[in-house]
Each structure stands twice: as C-alpha cells, then as structure tokens.
C-alpha cells in the first residue's frame, strides 16, 4: 500500500467511526414517543385481554423517523419497558411478508431506549418545547392506560397549542381524551352508556377536529373472531365521538390517514406505512 492509499483510508477510516456523532449533530430535531406501560385490557364480564404496541404500528413509523433524520424519543407513563401485543407478530400486518415482519421484529430488539424509557411524569416537567413532534402508536394497551392519563393530557395540550405534528394510529388517537376537562369522568360515562359523555367533554381541545381511529367494524370482527377473548367495554370510535370529533374511517383494513391541522391519524396496522410517509412530511414542512 502506498502513502495516498493509506492515508485516504485513514481518512476513511476516522470519517466512519465519526458517523454517529455527525447523524446526531445534524438530527432535524427529537420527536417523542408515547407508549403504554400497560400489558392488559379489561373488557366486558370481568375479561381481559394480553395487549401491548403493534409491531409495524411501532416500528414502521420509527424507522421512517430515524431515516428522515429525527431522533425519536421515548417515553410512557411508568418509565418501564414497554411490551408487544403477540397478535401483531403477524406478516399479515407487512403485506404478507415474512421476511419484513422477522427484520421488524429484529429491529424493535436493537432499539435501546424501550428498556428505559423516559416516564411522562419527566417529560412534562422538563418541558416539551425541545421536541418538534409527537408520535404514539396503537394496539390496545394506550385504551388501558394512555386515554386517562394526566401526564400525557399535558404532553397532548402543549403541542396542540403549539401546532407541532402530533402523529396517532389505530387505537392511539383514544388517548386525546387524555386532555379532557376529567377523562375518568368520561370514560365511566361511555362504559355505562348513561347519555352523559357528550356534556362532559365540554372544552375538549379537540372538539371539530376530523380524525380516524379503529374502526367499529374492525373491533367486531377481532370480538367475533375470538382474538380478543370477549367484548371491548366501549367503542373508539363513539367515544371519539362523543368528545367532538368528526371521525371518519373506511372499509375494513384499507389505509387510512386524516390530517387536520397538527393532527395526523391513522386507522389501523395497514396504515402504517402511509401514516408514517404523512407523519414525516408533515415534520418537514413544519421545520
């Protein structure tokens, strides 16, 4: 090897180790991540059903994230890790794809930070102004514990208020009531399907907004196809819209995605890859 040879390879070589540190210097801004801590669903009759975040719901939006040069952050309520849903290690949910649905699966273990979290409780303390978006996966869990919890209204709020992208999917968007006047209050409400949700959602920050959510139907077919185990105590949907929103879903299991000012939702697992695409878009025409 010759003295150009070896030094363009040492120059190669620093450039190389030199690469992470230069991904983080030119990051285009931390986006936080809200999961569930929780790792079951109470449902009708005293049942309840194992649950945590969807597999692609999770990973397909992060890696978009972390490709368009963001740097997720991630959080929930107990700053413990959070766990998969089994049902969503699925290749149905990666266009039939095995091979996708294993590489996802490999991916979510390399990812760090879901084995320390950060806890809501610090985020709202620190302050939310260093982050330019907000993202949150679905599967069921966030119904269990995300839709009322206090710390994440906050979070929710101060996003709003700032019109930064706030990126929700499948039953993620139920944790907008996080932000309602007293969620517990009307949460109680629709499970006893007493008439008096609507009134107690006065001041939702959300109220008129368009978004989407799982569909009423596709929560029957998961009822009736025994994947649940039992039936769900209220539907998203109505709850959604009971709160004010105007929500809109499509056909069962095609993508769909809403975007209503800072709000960007999504319906279900298939619209994963096309919210993610309108997740990232948006953060770049926000910057």
């Known amino acids: 090897m010759n003295l150009l040879t070896f030094g363009a390879a040492a120059i190669a070589m620093v450039a190389a180790a030199a690469a992470p540190n230069l991904a983080s210097a030119q990051s285009k801004g931390k986006v936080l991540v809200v999961m569930s801590s929780a790792h079951e669903l109470n449902l009708k009759d005293g049942k309840k059903y194992e649950t945590g975040y969807y597999l ?16 997720p952050v991630i959080a929930n309520p107990k700053g413990d890790m959070p766990v998969m849903d089994k049902a969503s290690n ?9 091979t996708a649905r294993a590489q996802a699966l490999d991916y979510s273990k390399t990812i ?35 839709l009322r919890d206090k710390n994440l209204g906050k979070i929710l709020v101060s996003f709003h208020e700032s019109g930064r992208p706030t990126g929700i999917i499948c039953h993620g968007p139920i944790v907008l009531l996080s932000t309602l006047p007293n969620p517990d209050a009307f949460i109680a409400s629709m499970i006893a399907n007493d008439g008096k949700a609507s009134s107690l ?17 596709e929560e029957q077919v998961l009822e009736g196809a025994g994947g649940l185990g039992g039936n769900v105590q209220f539907y998203p949907v109505n709850a959604l819209a009971e709160a004010g929103a105007h929500v809109d ?24 890859p096309e919210f993610g695409d309108t997740l990232v878009a948006k953060l770049n025409e926000k910057k």
Do not use: C
């Open 56 to 71: 692609n719901e999770f990973v397909v939006p992060y890696r978009k994230l972390i490709e368009a040069g963001y740097e």
């Open 90 to 98: 699925n290749k149905l949910f990666f266009g039939g794809d095995d």
């Open 112 to 146: 760090d930070q879901l084995k320390h979290p950060k806890t809501l409780e610090s985020v709202v303390k620190d302050g939310t102004s260093d982050y330019v978006g907000l993202f949150i996966p679905g599967g069921h869990a966030p119904m269990a514990d995300l």
């Open 201 to 217: 959602a006065a001041g939702w920050p959300y109220a008129g907004y368009r978004a989407t959510i799982f569909s009423t139907g």
């Open 249 to 272: 879903t499509v056909a069962n299991w095609h993508s769909n995605v809403i975007v209503d000012r800072e709000l960007i939702t999504g319906q279900q697992p298939m619209s994963a």
